[in-house]
């Protein structure tokens, strides 16, 4: 192996962060390199956890999307945003807090399989959590502003502020977060990336120190930023929504830029012939 950034970077690291979009797949397609990757941690047994700020799909949702493109990940791989906020939620509020939630599906269902109460009412509310929620209304809004009056704290799964589609920017849970904070004055504490807590979260999982742990990802402003703050290796894929001319100019400089996960697979498989 050279001393390329790339071998630098994965010298001593045998535990992987990984995201999603933009990294393995780009929508139902996956990214060249992504399953080759997955197969080989699994035959080397090398610990990997998928982390990914979306907070309306469960962790189950995840890995069976994955499945089907036929990656080996199960459900205990997948960290969510709003499995790592009922993690911190729990740790903050106490178990079975009652929770005021903004959001869909994924989130409410992770929240009520945490053994927290789901409430309506600003007044019961102990905190209140907010993840995107694609039919908002005024009422909850409302409601959510007298709970944050009150005093519970705002825990945010996810601060991204436009949602990427095939049609083009969408508002995203950072868009709520800030009418939230308009009206109230309240800040959120956020959980999802580019705060490193997450990552925290599941090197726990895993069992592995920073200096074993690696961060691929994406976005050099959410992945790479978080990864920086957890003080794991950083590698920056191009394969999504960061261009190598973002790099000179973004809060954090990866630890090594590569066209995709088939160069970091391709460098893996060189190290161990
Ligand atoms: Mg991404």
Known sequence: MGTDPLSAVLAGRRAFLVDLDGVIYEGARAIDGAREFFHHLRA???PFHLITNNSTRTAADVALHLQRMDMPVSES????SPEATAIHVEQRCGHGACIFVIGEDGLVRTLIAHGFTLTTEPDRADAVVCGLDRRLTYDRLRRACMALRRGAPL????????????SGFLPGNGATLAYLEAATGVKPLVIGKPSPTMLQIAMARMRSTVAETVMIGDGIET?????????????????????????????????????SIATVWQRLIGGHS
């Open 44 to 46: 080397h047994r090398m």
């Open 77 to 80: 791989d997948v960290l969510t």
């Open 155 to 166: 825990i945010a799964t996810n601060p991204d502020r436009a949602l990427p589609t095939e």
């Open 223 to 259: 992945d790479i930023l978080a990864g920086a703050r957890a003080s794991v290796g950083t590698i920056l894929v191009l394969s999504g929504v960061t261009r190598e001319a973002d790099v000179a100019n973004a809060s954090a400089t990866p630890g090594a830029v590569v066209e």
